[in-house]
Structure formats: structure tokens, C-alpha cells
């Protein structure tokens, strides 16, 4: 848990040990003061999922197992389930999806159970078609109902399809809405309300380029079926993918979305030494206008501890300044012999998208809160900006790039003494660069920017002490 300024307040470790498996599943799940902490387990050896019922202390305040509803067949196959998503309702009661294995079939069934506020089942909704379905995006409703968005894989060589189901209070379905927006052969990973309009986003499939390619996508819907826009984004490359894993509202009535940004540099990009580079990922954030879909910004950002590295944007959340924060981890590929190495990270950006504030000179906003005022920012007449200074645990480093070419662009880090500390390659402009301060003394260190071996910018920072 972190306090709004990024401090660690507490933590705690979840466990059950009569369980063989503990693995902790993400949930879209603080409501009040109550969240849930889903994890996959073993019950009598048979598959079972545990949730963690907690208050805002982190204290568990009781636990319930969830075992798929076939787990009494004597196919053995009955008792697997696969986590898809959770999500808690104003009433603090929980929606759940999991993919269930039935006797009859061989393929999954997309199973959403409604679970009440001490834990009791309340209800079992079951999709199946002739084909492997999920269920991976969950929107409360007032009524006690959800919306549900449903993924179809064909057993018959069609092509997959999307559908947003509604059910009441009952878990009884009332509509579906097929193909939303368009939206087949494609995954909805996200779906939120606004009124009576539906907006989803997710990744779209093209079979036409040798190998996985995908492209980002977010769509406008109304449950009667209209649809209001649709944005793609990024252009299909093989074994390029990109994905918006999250949608959210902003508290000034817009949506930002917020995924994993795939793409391979040049070969001119790749540092010396690091000659199996193979790609470069960013969490990509995109700032769209509720009713017409046109963007209104754009962010990427990247670790700098590996060149080859892969950068996951798992959750996003807007927050009441008008910003959002955004959470994930970064994998450094290299080291695969015992498996990837993960760090987390936690990242808060301002109403403009910026981690260093002043990055979008053109962004002018205007609070949600009653004492927010219109913010008007510098133009940004350098090629880039350095924040916070003094800096404690990261230096961020904000680069427009301009028309600047990057194969003949680097930074550099020097300490007052003339050494050169560290040196990074930029992969692409408007991009924030975040370097970890653990490896540097405190002290004051100088940024500089060179192009075509000319420096073109430099920035004296601090380091504070830890």
C-alpha cells in the first residue's frame, strides 16, 4: 500500500499453507474499504481458487475457496478452472470469471459467479458455444447485474468473435450485443460505463502477416448496439504487439488508455555489445475525447536498467486530480537461464500524462476539483526535461527528440569530477526514460544530450541523499 506520494505505508504477504499452489491473480477489487486478493490453489487436490476478503489495513477479514461448478463429475478434467478476472460492485459484492472445463466438452466455458459480501456464492452463469470461451472483462451494474465480455474461439475454422453480454440481478441474461464496434477477431481486455455508453479496448489479430501481429484498439458502443467511434493504433508488423490492457474515465468525463507498446529497433539503434537485441517494449498511455475518440495525448515510457528488456502495463487506475497511476513490471530478457528477472513498478502521471511535469506544452487543463485552476506549461524549447530535481529513487528523463536523428543520438550522465557514469541510447522521442538512482552516489550530476557528436543540451541534477 503507498500513500498518494508514492511512499510505501505497509505490506503483507498472503498464504495459506494447506493449499500446494499460491499464486496471486489481479482484481480490479477496492470498493470502500473493503478489496479482494484472488489466488490459485489446491483443495483436496483438487483446483480451487481463495479470496482474500480484506480491509483498507490489509487485514483479512475472512477467506472463501471457489471451486468450478462441474467439480463433483467424475472426469477428472472437471476440476480445472483458469482465473480471468474479478471485479467488486458499489455493494461490495464480487462478479468472477473463470474458464471451466465441462464432462461434455474438451475445450473451455466461460463461468462468471457472483459471490456476496461474506463470501457466499450467489449465482453461476455458464457460456458455452462449440468452441473455447472466456470471459475476461466485467462491468458492475446498478441493479446488482454485470455486463460481461465474452470471447468465442471456433472449433470450425471461424473466425473469433466478441460478445458483450448483460445479465440482471438474477444472473439472468437479458441482452447481447455481438461484434461491438466491430469488434471480432480481436480481445477485449477492458470494458467501462459511462451513462449509457460502453467503451471497451483491447488488441486486434490480423492473420494476413507471417506470425503474432497486433494492434491496439479502443471502441465507443451503446448497448443498442450503435456504435459512437473506434480507434486503432500502431500498424500491423510481424511479430510486433501491441495491446491496451486497460480503460479508464477520468474524472474530467474522457478516457485514457494503457497497454504494452512492442517494436524493434534499427539495427543502428542496438548498443554495442548488445548484438541480440531483438526488441524494445514501453508502457503506452493514450488520452482520448469521450465523444469523438480523438486523442488528446500520448505517453510512452521505459525502464533504463536493460537494453533488452520487456515492459508490462498490467493495471490502470484514474485518480481524483485528473491523473492516473499505472502499475506492471519490467523483465530483463537476458536472464533466462533461471528465468526472467521482474521488478515492479508503480508509476503516477499528472492530468497532462507527464511523469516530469511541463512535458506537453500544449496540454492546458482544467481540475476536476473546485480549487483546480486552468495550468498553462512553458513551451518545451529544449530537447528535453530532467524531474525531480534533486531526485531521490529515479532520474526521469522527459525526451522530445524533435527532428533529431537517433541513430546518432545518446545521453550521457557525468559526475562533477568528469566521469562518465552511465549512457543510454534513446529508442523513440516523446518518450520518458525513468533510470533507477541506486547505482549512483549522491551528488550533483550533469545530463547531456549529444547529437552527431555535438553536444546539444545539458541539465545539472542532484541526487539526494538516501
Not at 119 to 139: K, Q, R, T, V
Not at 170 to 179: K, R
Not at 303 to 312: G, M, P
Request: glycine share 8%; proline share 4%; net charge negative.
Amino acid at each position: 500500500k503507498y500513500s498518494k506520494n508514492g511512499e510505501l505505508v505497509l505490506r503483507k504477504n498472503f498464504y495459506t499453507p494447506e493449499c500446494f499452489v499460491n499464486i496471486a491473480q489481479e482484481a480490479d477489487s477496492y470498493v470502500q474499504d473493503y478489496f479482494v486478493q484472488p489466488e490459485q490453489s489446491r483443495l483436496n487436490n483438487k483446483y480451487a481458487h481463495q479470496l482474500f476478503w480484506c480491509n483498507q489495513d490489509l487485514d483479512t477479514l475472512f477467506t472463501t475457496f471457489i471451486q468450478s461448478p462441474f467439480i463433483d463429475s467424475t472426469w477428472s478434467g472437471s476440476a480445472s478452472m483458469n482465473y480471468q478476472y474479478a471485479v467488486l460492485s458499489s455493494d461490495t459484492s464480487l462478479f468472477y470469471s473463470i474458464g471451466v472445463w465441462q464432462p461434455e466438452t474438451t475445450l473451455n466455458d466461460a463461468c462468471i459467479k457472483k459471490i456476496s459480501h461474506t463470501g457466499g456464492e450467489l449465482w453461476n452463469f455458464i457460456h458455452s458455444e462449440l468452441g473455447d470461451d472466456s470471459c475476461y472483462a466485467l462491468l458492475p451494474m446498478d441493479d446488482g447485474g454485470v455486463i460481461a465480455a465474452v470471447f468465442e474461439v471456433s472449433t470450425n475454422n471461424e473466425p473469433p468473435k466478441n460478445k458483450l453480454i448483460r445479465l440482471d440481478g438474477n444472473g439472468n441474461p437479458t441482452w447481447t450485443l455481438n461484434s461491438p464496434g466491430g469488434f471480432d477477431s480481436k480481445f477485449i481486455n477492458s470494458i467501462i460505463g459511462n451513462g449509457p455508453d460502453v467503451v471497451i479496448s483491447g488488441r486486434h489479430v490480423t492473420t494476413d502477416i507471417t506470425g503474432y501481429s497486433t494492434i491496439a484498439i479502443v471502441v465507443s458502443v451503446d448497448t443498442l448496439g450503435n456504435t459512437h467511434w473506434v480507434r486503432t493504433f500502431g500498424e500491423y508488423e510481424e511479430l510486433i504487439f501491441k495491446d491496451f490492457t486497460n480503460v479508464v474515465k477520468t474524472c474530467d468525463e474522457n478516457y485514457v488508455a494503457g497497454g504494452t507498446w512492442l517494436s524493434t529497433p534499427g539495427i543502428d539503434d542496438i548498443p554495442k555489445g548488445e548484438v541480440d537485441l531483438d526488441f524494445d517494449e514501453f508502457a503506452y498511455l493514450i488520452k482520448l475525447d469521450r465523444v469523438s475518440g480523438d486523442i488528446l495525448w500520448e505517453r510512452k515510457y521505459r525502464f533504463l536498467e536493460i537494453y533488452e528488456d520487456q515492459h508490462i502495463l498490467i493495471d490502470l487506475k484514474a485518480t481524483l486530480d485528473g491523473g492516473v497511476i499505472f502499475c506492471g513490471e519490467a523483465r530483463d530478457m537476458n536472464q533466462i537461464e533461471d528465468g526472467p528477472i521482474q521488478q515492479g513498478w508503480l508509476v503516477k502521471l499528472d492530468e497532462c500524462g507527464c511523469l516530469v511535469p511541463g512535458c506537453d506544452s500544449l496540454c492546458n487543463y482544467v481540475g476536476c476539483a473546485s480549487n483546480d485552476t486552468t495550468v498553462f506549461f512553458p513551451p518545451v524549447a529544449n530537447q528535453f526535461i530532467v524531474g525531480p530535481n534533486p531526485a531521490a529513487q529515479f532520474i526521469n528523463i522527459y525526451f522530445a527528440g524533435g527532428d533529431l536523428d537517433l541513430a546518432q543520438t545518446h545521453f550521457d550522465l557525468y559526475d562533477l569530477q568528469g566521469r562518465l557514469v552511465y549512457s543510454f541510447v534513446p529508442d523513440a522521442p516523446d518518450t520518458t526514460y525513468m533510470l533507477s538512482t541506486e547505482q549512483f552516489a549522491s551528488g550533483t550530476y550533469v545530463v547531456l544530450l549529444h547529437h552527431n557528436g555535438e553536444k546539444v543540451q545539458e541539465q545539472k541534477i542532484l541526487i539526494a541523499g538516501r
